[in-house]
């Protein structure tokens, strides 16, 4: 099949701009989804495509337009809100876990709620505290909602129309380093399922189980892992909730070993999720407790050395991994 | 108070006699509540309307079949004269799965597809941005539906009110936001919540229109409700009402009513919107006790056969537990 | 020492009490803390004695006054503030997140923030899906944050003065059920630490990890266990952030086995977090993997028999010992 | 426009000059930061304040020494007048460890213990109800100090200024809020973010006290902000100044201006407030070309010691990455 050459951040767009092809009933809210062109851009062109009434400018109020979002989706319409980054939905927490992830159970089943949400995640631009955070996982605790993390571009174009397709509540996030990252992508890419884990790349010495942006640390340590005849697996998630239990134990079950990657802050990550699950359901095949790698437990600092050390690294996982092995 | 019609053809006859047993029927189901709770037949938390009655009743007036309603915990009154059944409000609450929310929701959470009833709903404000939402899927959809969102005066303080006032006025939405100002929130009274306690001030700094109506003569709340419903169907925007009211009872179950004296319930009481409407109705000669004792009887009847029907109800198996937190038939 | 009979919820008010005549910084603030009485009654009569500068009824504005909180501490105050339940500092999470949690890192050490947060918390009174969060373990993912859940009378009584004592931001949970719980307190109960768990219950079985309400439901499961002859310890978790990994380790070593009872939804619970670190940390010493007792994945339902089988229960820990221990 | 005293005592020619100067002096250090930026010693967020110097250098001229400010991430200007030397706000841009925040906070994150400057603030309303509740602890403790609570136009719609505002009213706390309309929140101009754009009408509808300004003449602004203060320090409750004014450089460098024409950017930037300040001055003698190099002599030569301060600056080592997550020689 014919591929293109495409950044991330087209093939969001490409996802947003066929789904609103597809479908009337989708619409797109959020800052500066429309004049400005989109935060990171991802929403370029569109306004000028669809008109004001599809691309729509919020006032900022996170918790208003997030609720008219759940609104708009009880109404007949498949929105999806744009959050700027995960940063600011802090101000929308109540009505994404106490709105958005309750209706269907209060009204015995009668209300879901067909809502996409999207929202830039993660550190890496010394942006400091209050634009660092990698909440994904956290959401990922709450019943009701699914939460997903697209890495590749395969899935930055084909998880918003399984996304739109499903009945209920789903959180996309997109971690701010992947926009610029450039790969061929088949011209007619479509939907992906939303809800299993890929292994990335097979290996038998240890299984690397990693999501987002650190998907890619990971695929750069086992490259350089295999160059001293280590072969490790990488295990992308995809999905944060449901998590793909079997994906992940068919992996540890060959390998063994585990390192979990996970740009959040080490103490109730979803990292420690991932590990208590695969001691529960596969701990006589280990070889090794489970290892996590996180982030550091601090608010991510300004300056660039600090915020590289308070994050995962290839470095980091190389090390890592050679520990876990004891080589 | 708005003058009961004299005129009294048949129809505004039937009409006021209606509307009467409408507040009845709510203020009748809400005293037999107050016997179940303390036979602990229902549980959790239950927040009466008492007082209150005119309101709900005026608004349901200019409600149309499309449109929706998003109330609050404070809702058995919403839920009742928007049509969902009597027995399936009273299942909710025992906590069956006849109920009209499976009985997962109870007093707080009614819910209802049918009528586009979208809760109940526990967060103070919570239910604003989500009114304010299907108000914008209506417009979007070229749909006539109104989106009523009922909330108390004390919500005003809430970020929400805010920005979920904006939106709609910025946007030109079908909202009718409709304020119960019972002066209190739980024991917080009006002034010691906001700054300006004249709450029209505060639509029109979103440029909403508003009026301000005594909700306790339900003809008026009726009236103003179907200018705002005018209004905001001829496509000119959200419209704000202040309904100026009383609960005569305690917040929920749980509150000893340390915050206000006995005497100042007791004088409200006297011009409860029952009493009040009755009179009148009387001195019409719409209402005669004969005509009481009828609807009095058929709003006994009507209890009783949903005190059986949710006696009767069954509960939802344990297995099912994990139901209704991913549609079914749906990938999880 | 003189001891009286005294209920969680008058314990909590003593040691408001104290906090208020001891220091004059310290004033309390909240929804319906004054003229109301306290939603729980825990701030009953203190209106009348302290005044309204200092038992401050605030309007409904989470966020606001959430943020007064953080503004008042940084100001020379030692403010308490009330959220009435954890359901609703959703509506304040971005203040607790983005503001209280980062001030003194983001300034370098210059500011920090000492102040307390209490709240209620839990489930079990049907009270649905919006009022029955139990979202502390939640919350202790945050750096910057410290997390407390006293579950006992002397806890109630004595964390506070020490949170308050505190030169940082400070969550104090308490839990729906434990307000009318009955027992005795010493006279001159003062403060306690609030970093170190607690053992509560000496055995050498299983060690029943837990925290908050939970706490009684295991010291009854242990009791019954006891008459079957095992001897089950428990350990009271008290401070969820930071965890006290010495005390939980040292108990795991001792019994080898664990199971970890937190009312929590399960996954992304506090639970994973510290199986994960007893994986980490005593992985060799274990007899079998950590077994995790919490919430059903679910919002918790109005239904009694619906809400009672969402929730972790004695009985159900009972169940889960025997089959970990095969007896 | 305001009009600068005629009669120029030695001391009014003086002030005058100091605030020329201090307006030049933000505005040729945010150049100097753009050209850093460029070449990669600044990173992160950079939000220049490029065309609003007037406002927060009148807005300086009321604050007194026990005030505190609450600012947002274009703090630029409020940090250097403040009174935080540029040495320790450039290091701090480079991430150094002599910045004022340690190298933690960066552009958008300038604080210090010293002059009561409680950050830089990247969550666009999150200071406000801090700035709330700093007002609230000097009044209970019966200090005379002010809380100035800086923030943009675009900010105003977020429920937090809506509770914000109430607290304060309600409690008659000593803030100045003090809203930078520059009529743009990032591509968003001021009528599709609010359905009222006369700001004021919100500020009073809380029944705060309030007034507008032209946020392009520093005499403006000064004398505003006096009258502010003034009435603030008398114990009347809150006061909103709304500033008018134009950001003339992109929301952050990362901004391509799609929203705007160039020719309305062009044409603000005749009328900018150091052009027009200066151009005053000249006619009424109180500035020459001489006196002009002057003072631009005197800021680059600070510019310059601050530029080789920074770059001499030392990275914290990353051993010490966990510091200042909890105080130190506390319990953690
Ligand atoms: C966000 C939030 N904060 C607090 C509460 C607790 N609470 C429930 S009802 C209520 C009072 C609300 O008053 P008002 O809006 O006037 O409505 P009313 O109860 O008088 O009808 C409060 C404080 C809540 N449910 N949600
Ligand atoms: C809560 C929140 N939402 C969104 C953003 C992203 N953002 C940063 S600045 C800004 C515009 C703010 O405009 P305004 O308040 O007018 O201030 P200005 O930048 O014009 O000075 C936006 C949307 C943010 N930082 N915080
Ligand atoms: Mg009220
Ligand atoms: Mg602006």
């Keep these: 099949m014919a591929t293109q050459e495409i950044t991330y951040r087209e093939a969001a767009r490409e996802a947003l701009r066929a789904a609103l092809h597809n479908d009337e009933r989708v619409f797109l809210m959020g800052e500066d989804v429309g004049r400005y062109g989109g935060p990171y851009a991802v929403s370029l062109g569109l306004l000028e495509e669809f008109g004001p009434d599809r691309i729509r ?15 708009a989706a009880l109404g007949g319409m498949r929105p999806i809100v744009e959050i700027m980054t995960v940063n600011f939905s802090l101000l929308a927490a109540d009505q994404i876990i106490n709105t958005a992830a309750t209706y ?72 701010l380093a992947l926009y610029n990252r450039k ?26 189980i990693t999501y987002g942006n650190s998907l890619w ?77 996180c982030s550091e437990e601090v608010p991510i600092p300004y300056a660039k050395h600090l915020e590289e050390a308070a994050l995962p690294q290839a470095e980091k996982i190389v090390r890592a991994v050679r520990e876990l092995l004891g080589t | 108070m708005t ?82 059944p009597m027995n399936a409000v009273l299942a909710e609450m025992y906590g069956k799965q006849e109920g009209c929310s499976g009985g997962r929701g109870g007093s707080m959470h009614l819910f209802d597809k049918a009528t586009h009833f979208i809760g109940g709903n526990a967060i103070v404000g919570g239910g604003m941005p989500v009114a304010v939402g299907y108000a914008l899927a209506a417009k979007l959809r070229k749909l006539k539906a109104i989106s009523w969102c009922v909330f108390g005066e004390g919500a005003m303080a809430e970020g929400e009110f805010h920005e979920s006032m904006n939106l709609a006025a910025l946007w030109q939405l079908p909202v009718v936001f409709c304020c119960e100002n019972n002066y209190y929130a739980m ?11 004249n ?81 009148q109705l009387r001195e019409l000669g719409i209402l005669d006790d004969t005509g009481l004792n009828t609807l009095e009887a058929e709003i006994a009847q009507e209890i009783q056969n949903a005190v059986d029907f949710a006696e009767a109800g069954q509960l939802e198996p344990v297995a099912s537990l994990s139901r209704f937190v991913y549609s079914e038939g749906a990938a999880s």
Tied chains: 1, 3.
Excluded at chain 1, 57 to 71: K, N, Q, W, Y
Excluded at chain 1, 115 to 131: D, E, K, P, Y
Excluded at chain 1, 226 to 241: C, H, N, Q, T, Y
Excluded at chain 2, 187 to 197: H, I, K, M, N, V
């Design chain 1, 57 to 71: 400018d919020t006032p900022l109020s996170e918790s208003a337009f997030v609720g008219a979002g759940i609104g």
């Design chain 1, 104 to 175: 269907l159970h209060m009204s015995g089943g009668q209300f879901n709620v067909p809502l996409v949400i999207r929202m830039a995640t993660g550190a890496g631009f010394q942006l400091a505290a209050q634009h660092s955070h990698s909440l994904e996982g956290w959401y990922a605790h709450i019943p009701g909602l699914k939460i997903v993390t697209p890495a590749t571009l395969e899935d930055v174009r084909g998880m918003l129309p399984t996304a739109l397709a499903d009945p209920d509540p789903v959180l996309i996030f997109e971690h």
């Design chain 1, 183 to 208: 790969g061929q992508l088949v011209e007619d890419a479509g939907p992906v399922d939303i809800d299993r884990a890929r292994v990335r790349r097979q290996g038998t010495a240890v299984s690397l």
């Design chain 1, 217 to 293: 640390k990971c695929i750069e340590a086992a490259e350089q892992l295999a160059g001293e005849g280590i072969d490790a697996e990488v295990v992308d998630l995809r999905s944060l909730r449901p998590l793909d239990d079997q994906t992940i134990m068919a992996s540890v079950r060959k390998t063994r070993r585990a390192v979990i990657v996970d740009e959040g802050w080490r103490s109730g990550s979803l990292s420690a999720e991932i590990a208590a699950r695969i001691h529960e359901q596969a701990f006589y095949e280990l070889d090794a407790p489970v290892v996590r790698l």
């Design chain 2, 3 to 84: 003058k009961a019609s004299t005129a009294s053809s048949h129809r505004d006859r039937e009409h006021h006699l209606s509307l009467l047993k409408q507040m009845l029927r709510v203020r009748r189901f809400e005293e037999k509540c107050v016997e179940l709770y303390s036979q602990q037949k229902i549980r959790g938390f239950l927040h009466l309307y008492i007082g209150e009655e005119a309101v709900c009743t005026g608004l349901m007036q200019a409600v149309s079949a499309d449109d929706a309603m998003v109330a609050t915990y404070r809702e058995h009154g919403h839920a009742l004269l928007r049509g969902i």
């Design chain 2, 187 to 197: 024991g917080t009274a009006l002034d010691r919540s906001e700054s300006e306690t």
């Design chain 2, 199 to 279: 709450l029209l001030k505060h639509a029109k700094s979103y440029r909403i229109n508003a009026q301000s109506v005594d909700g306790m003569d339900v003809l008026a709340t009726e009236a103003a409700s179907h200018a705002a419903a005018k209004w905001v169907r001829a496509g000119k925007g959200p419209y704000f009402l202040e309904f100026q009211t009383y609960r005569f009872r305690a917040h929920s179950m749980f509150d000893p009513e340390r915050y206000r004296e006995k005497a100042e319930v007791h004088d409200r009481e006297q011009h409860g919107p029952i009493k009040r409407y009755g009179e």
